[in-house]
Structure formats: structure tokens, C-alpha cells
């Protein structure tokens, strides 16, 4: 017995929504009046950034003009379509190919802004800014420079007038020159 598909489920658990609406033209200006000024362009434009043919929109221009040299009617924008479908599978975008078709045939120019936007800002670079300042290391000398001195000492007795800082200083500069330039720096 074959099984009868009624419904075809709308999207993956997990899916998300668009980012903007189908008429939220005015979130990204630029984009839209470069839509509505030379809309070819914007199309290759807009599959060059998702990572498709720049030429593949032009289709959308030749085809229904073929086909309709051909005796056959073209309603739905097969490329626009296409992108709409692609954009919402690559970033898990809820909704079905029923959406997909009445948005590409009512609304060409709304769908390509809105896959635009979606586009622009799925691409967005999130920089994490740390706020604790990490601690630095401390540059030590490559060639340290060691002076050679002899320095009358006394066995057992500190120097006169010399407190327990500058003996401090002393001994660890006789037992090494490193440790002693940077104590001194």
C-alpha cells in the first residue's frame, strides 16, 4: 500500500526566522534604492555574495523572454526562486516553497532586499572585546651587558651606613648579573 503525502512539513526543528521582513526596505537604504535604480545589477550583485554565478540573475531576464517567444508563460522568476530556496536552506530559515513562490511572484524586488539584508548580515564579523587586560609578559634583556667590579667586602659584617635593602641589592648582584639588571631597571 503506497503512503499519501498530505502536507509537506514546514522546516527543520530548529529553524530560525528571516532577520528582516519581506517589506522592511528601509532597514538597508543603499541597498534598496540600488534595487530600484538598476535591479539586474543588484541581482548579480547579491548572488556574487551568497557565493553563486554573478551572471546566473540574467537568466531570470532571458528566460521568460524566451519562453514567451515559445508560446509558454512564465510567472515565477526561476533564479529568484532558486536564490530564496538556497538562502533559506544554507542559514535554516523557516517557511515552505508555497512562501518561496507567492513572495518571488508578488514581490521580485522586496524578496531579492530581503535575501540582500539576510546575506549581509549572516556575513557580519563579531568581534569579541576582552575587558580584563591580560598580563603581559616581561621583556627580558637579549644581551646583558655584565660590568666586571670588585667590591671590598668584609665577612660577616654589612658596610657602614648600608641598610638591609642596598645589602639585598649587593648579594644579588654578585650571585647574578641578570637578576641584578633587572632589579635595577
Known sequence: MATVV??????????EAWNSGICDCCEDVSSSC?????FPCFTCTTTGEFGESTCLPLLDILGPALMAAFGIGVCVRPVGLAMRVAVRYKYQIGGSLCEDIMVTCC???????QMS????ARKKVIKV??????????PMAVNPQVVAMQQPTVIGAAPVGVGPAVQLR????????????????
Do not use: D
Open 117 to 120: 539584508r539576510e546575506i549581509k
Open 34 to 38: 540600488y534595487a530600484f535604480w538598476c
Open 170 to 185: 649587593q648579594l644579588l648582584c654578585r650571585s647574578s648579573p641578570q637578576v641584578c639588571h633587572m632589579y635595577l631597571a
Open 107 to 113: 514581490c521580485i524586488w522586496c524578496s531579492w532586499c
Open 129 to 138: 572585546v576582552q575587558r580584563n587586560p591580560m598580563m603581559q609578559p616581561v
Open 6 to 15: 498530505v502536507q509537506q512539513p514546514l522546516g527543520k526543528a530548529g529553524t
